[in-house]
């Protein structure tokens, strides 16, 4: 890590289309769009947002944000207070 870099806290941005508006059931696996993973929550809600405001039109649609890093250190949230 460079100097001026806080810790990585690691975000995975992806989306799909949903089989239903009352589901989390994706399409088509095969067709999810990985935007990225990303070193921080405020770069990481930035790209979910331009993604999401692209495909505004297709209201089946949806893009999330994983807290990657709460995955790989359950307990970093504990450590941190965050």
Known sequence: MSEGEGKQLLHLVFGGELKSLNSMD???LNDLDIVGIFPNYASA??????????????????????????????????KTGS
Do not use: E
Request: glycine share 0%.
């Open 26 to 28: 994706f399409r088509d």
């Open 45 to 78: 809600h930035q790209a979910w947002k331009s993604k999401a405001q692209m495909t505004v039109d297709n209201a089946h649609m949806r893009y999330f944000i994983v807290h990657l890093h709460r995955m790989l250190d359950p307990d970093s949230d504990s």
